[in-house]
């Protein structure tokens, strides 16, 4: 084995914190060198990218409706893996994961990963300041902890066959996306909901077109969206003045139905 690399997509950071947690705590135990593949900003992804045989690679991506974002899957098919051990992870705001464990799995395999296991992890909801707030936590880098450790013990076992993928029973196909539902049981679509800028509070200090996963924040005028918003609220949660948010009806109900729903602690789910 040759490195360790935590590769992720993460707005906020949650994703960001717990796949480097996880390839540091690997990269001890195996003494080998921790690299990041931070494909988050969208100069990164305008090329492929490519891992050697040798390489152990922590996965991340964020959950959004269920699956892994669906701005991605364009770009995750020139990621390759050739041959290189694959450890899938997905992040969620404490409602559920559905298939985005599995599809993220099954992407890796598809471009050459050896998937050896995965894991569901929290993070406080891109939405919300309350949904799993301040998650990962404590107890939640326990749990990393003794995933990086039963890895460790997977890879280093003389009968380990990396050949055999890591099997992910949370999820089925056809994978399909999550879709919130209003009190009377219709459907809300907030995909073309944008975020709003309150110019009395905004200094334009430039952070949320800085930090916009997709680069659809003007640059020069932060009150201007010029492409696709994937609601990770970056722009919102990394904005020091509270001067983005968003006023969609359909939105604020979502984000309140969430809130008042998932109350309870959500934990995650390991696969190996």
Not at 70 to 93: D, H, M, R, S, W
Request: net charge positive; hydrophobic share 35%; aromatic share 10%.
């Amino acid at each position: 084995m040759k490195n360790i690399y935590a590769a992720y997509f993460s707005g906020t950071g949650t994703t960001k914190k717990t796949v480097n947690f996880i390839a540091e705590k690997l990269s001890e135990k195996l003494s080998l060198l921790k690299k990041e593949f931070d494909f988050t900003l969208p100069e990164i992804r305008k090329e492929g990218k490519s891992f050697e045989k040798e390489d152990i690679v922590i996965f991340g991506v964020p959950v959004i409706a269920g699956r892994v974002p669906n701005v991605l899957l364009k770009y995750l098919e020139t990621v390759k893996g050739n041959g290189a051990l694959a450890v899938p992870v997905v992040l969620f705001g404490n409602r559920d994961f559905n298939d985005a464990l599995m599809e993220l799995s099954e992407i890796l395999l598809t471009n050459g990963f050896k998937t050896i296991a995965a894991g569901a992890f929290i993070g406080e909801h891109s939405f919300s300041k309350i949904l799993a707030a301040g998650r990962p936590d404590k107890e939640d880098m326990k749990i990393m902890e003794k995933f990086s450790n039963e890895i460790y013990k997977k890879i280093t076992d003389k009968n380990f066959d990396k050949n055999i993928p890591v099997k992910i029973t949370h999820g089925e196909k056809p994978f399909t996306y999550y879709k919130p539902k209003d009190a009377e049981g219709n459907h809300i679509d907030i995909r073309k909901v944008i975020p709003k800028t309150n110019i009395k509070l905004c200094d334009n200090c430039k952070i949320c077109a800085k930090v916009c996963p997709m680069g659809s924040i003007d640059y020069n005028n932060p009150e201007i969206i010029t492409g696709i918003c994937i609601k990770c609220c970056a722009c919102i949660k990394k904005c020091h003045t509270g001067a983005k948010y968003f006023d969609d009806k359909g939105y604020l109900y979502h984000k309140q139905d969430l809130e008042n729903r998932y109350k309870r602690r959500a934990e995650p789910e390991l696969f190996y």
